[in-house]
């Protein structure tokens, strides 16, 4: 089959086309012939060589996939053999073929092209399992969104303000807060001109946020204590400004404050199948009924995978970067 490779660790252009052998699925596993596979920032990470995939995993890049079931172990799945899915996969999503754990698998969403729906697996798991299971974000509740026009974050804006959530989100350019809007948040401000602690402070009474989804980290965390509500909780998923940064423990004390964090990939096969059986029951009808929709910026096709990286990182994007494979 054809894929993409990581061929050293470095710049873009690393990554080259390569021949590898067809995967074979594993019990609990099946095998997905690609239509489409997503451009994720852990895909910039591991070709940087900061990200290492988990043991066992394929080297090839790429967390999430759609397309058809060709084989596989498919007992008590409720999928058959030529049954359309997307799949959240820990690697080799570049590529024609990709072995998945069937509790990973969900249907493609009912109006939604397989391009579509391989948009969905690594940011919709990543803002379920990390904004309504860890931070536990619960009705009449607020969210802040650091990176509103990241695949994460039109993921969670658009995730929250369907289930009746007040949604603030921050971005670059004063054109990326309108797009956050537009995406259901109250507001989008531009953390290159605003306080972000100062406009969500005067948004909510001078409450705070309930909680706030981070992908920033570094000094970030100590405006993030400042806008958060009583009772907040600050869920960190990513790390683009740094691994340190300083934190009042008083006010996590008199606030009772929840600082915490996650990174999904590592996670068992069962931890996510939980997710995905969350995912199907709560938000994919939101999807079907079109109150949750795919965000994509711009589609290469698999050989270009070295472009798709370098707009990744360039962050001129709103919304997802995908692979077309076939």
Not at 143 to 167: D, E, K, P
Request: proline share 6%.
């Amino acid at each position: 089959m054809r894929a993409i490779e990581i061929s050293k660790p470095g710049p873009a252009d690393v990554l080259r086309l390569c021949e590898r052998p067809i995967p074979v699925p594993q019990a609990g596993e099946v095998r997905i012939r690609v239509h489409a596979a997503g451009v994720n920032r852990p895909d910039v990470f591991q070709r940087l060589g900061s990200y290492a995939p988990p043991p066992g995993a394929s080297d090839l890049p790429g967390l999430e996939v759609a397309g058809e079931i060709v084989d596989g172990d498919l007992a008590a799945s409720g999928f058959r053999i030529g049954d359309l899915v997307c799949a959240l996969v820990q690697g080799g999503g570049y590529a024609e073929y990709v072995t998945a754990p069937v509790g990973q698998c969900l249907p493609v969403p009912r109006g939604l092209t397989a391009l579509e729906a391989a948009s969905l697996p690594e940011t919709f798991f990543t803002v379920w399992s990390n904004v309504f299971d860890r931070a536990r974000l619960g009705k009449g509740e607020s969210l802040l969104v650091q990176g509103g026009t990241s695949g994460i974050g039109v993921t969670a804006i658009q995730i929250a303000s369907a289930l009746g959530h007040r949604v603030f989100a921050t971005a670059g350019t004063d054109e990326k807060a309108r797009a956050c809007e537009a995406l259901g948040a109250e507001r989008g401000i531009n953390y290159r001109h605003e306080d972000f602690v100062a406009v969500v402070k005067q948004l909510t009474g001078d409450t705070g946020v309930d909680v706030i989804l981070d992908m920033v980290g570094g000094d970030y965390l100590p405006r993030e204590i400042g806008a958060l509500a009583d009772d907040g909780r600050l869920v960190i998923i990513a790390l683009l400004g740094g691994s340190k940064g300083q934190l009042d423990m008083g006010q996590v004390l008199r606030r009772r404050l929840t600082v915490t964090g996650s990174t999904l990939r590592p996670r068992s096969v069962a931890f996510k199948a939980a997710i995905a059986a969350q995912l199907r029951e709560k938000v994919w009808p939101l999807i079907e009924d079109g109150h949750i929709k795919p965000v994509i910026y711009q589609t290469f096709p698999l050989e270009q995978a070295a472009a798709a990286h370098a707009l990744m990182e360039s962050s001129a994007h709103t919304g997802k970067i995908m692979l077309q494979v076939i």
